[in-house]
């Protein structure tokens, strides 16, 4: 034990990061850090990115900081496209209607500007970083060789849930030591604030992460890991090793504050979904 902790290869050392607004640190964020503090392991770090509200949680493993001071690109593309229906849920192509997520590039925007503003920060000090929606319950305690094993590594960039259609984003591990992570940054920055978005199916954070790691797969830029299954739909989160962890609380279900019965593919024995 000693002898592989003085020999053995240098454990990894993981960031974890997330957003949320005033609304969502109510309704989800909070009882989502609170969860992080108890569960997760002692020297994992959370970084907070909060949009007008202020976090009441202290402990030395959360770093929380304002949203708008500390991402200058998301205030730039909200003003720059918060007025164009077409980056607020209307179809370019007038098929899919109004008011649809798949469009809606400004809700999901900040997900990406938090994203990418962390990798920089982080990719100094850890290997791992997570994107963790801050919709989310963890309800057992995480163990470090569970995220060492779920942690993209050597020319792998990024660890996510894949399935059939565009990947679940509510998870997302980046290989902070991969040499093309800031181009990573720069092409997720710059398919919104150059307006590219509006030429691709869809502009939600998901469709868009999609497209940019099928692309630097298909040119051998780059290596994924694969957490989900291509033959896999909907709720592919809570049915992957991570259910045995966490929640995810997609749309109503924040309401109840747990994933439902029918979510799961086939039943999981820990105590939380019994
Ligand atoms: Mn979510």
């Given at each position: 034990m000693f002898l592989s902790r003085i020999w053995g290869p240098k454990p990894l050392r993981h960031a974890v990061v997330t957003t949320f607004h005033r609304n969502g640190y109510e309704a989800y964020g909070r009882r989502s850090i609170e969860s992080f503090l108890r569960h997760w392991p002692k020297d994992v770090t959370l970084f907070v990115y909060a949009e007008n509200v202020e976090v009441e949680q202290r402990d030395p493993r959360l770093v929380v900081m304002e949203q708008t001071a500390s991402l200058p690109k998301l205030l730039q593309f909200r003003k720059e496209f918060?007025?164009?229906?077409?980056?607020?849920?209307?179809?370019?192509?007038?098929?899919?209607?109004?008011?649809?997520?798949?469009?809606?590039?400004?809700?999901?925007?900040?997900?990406?500007?938090?994203?990418?503003?962390?990798?920089?920060?982080?990719?100094?000090?850890?290997?791992?970083?997570?994107?963790?929606?801050?919709?989310?319950?963890?309800?057992?305690?995480?163990?470090?060789?569970?995220?060492?094993?779920?942690?993209?590594?050597?020319?792998?960039?990024?660890?996510?849930?894949?399935?059939?259609?565009?990947?679940?984003?509510?998870?997302?591990?980046?290989?902070?030591?991969?040499?093309?992570?800031?181009?990573?940054?720069?092409?997720?920055?710059?398919?919104?604030?150059?307006g590219k978005f509006l030429e691709l199916k869809e502009s939600h954070d998901s469709f868009v992460f999609w497209h940019i790691v099928k692309d630097m797969e298909r040119n051998n830029e780059a290596q994924f890991k694969y957490l989900g299954s291509d033959s896999a739909t909907g709720h592919i989160f809570i049915n992957s090793i991570l259910g045995g962890y966490l929640d995810h609380l997609k749309g109503d279900r924040k309401e109840d504050g747990k994933s439902r019965q029918s979510d799961l593919y086939s039943s999981r024995k820990e105590k939380w979904w019994r």
């Open positions: 918060g007025g164009n229906p077409f980056a607020n849920g209307t179809d370019p192509r007038g098929k899919g209607g109004e008011n649809n997520f798949r469009w809606d590039a400004i809700r999901f925007c900040n997900k990406v500007f938090a994203v990418t503003d962390a990798i920089t920060r982080t990719r100094n000090q850890y290997d791992q970083l997570v994107w963790l929606d801050a919709d989310t319950v963890t309800h057992t305690d995480f163990p470090l060789y569970v995220l060492d094993k779920l942690a993209p590594r050597n020319a792998q960039l990024s660890a996510y849930l894949n399935r059939k259609s565009y990947p679940e984003c509510g998870w997302v591990g980046y290989n902070l030591k991969h040499p093309k992570i800031p181009e990573f940054v720069e092409r997720f920055e710059q398919m919104y604030l150059s």
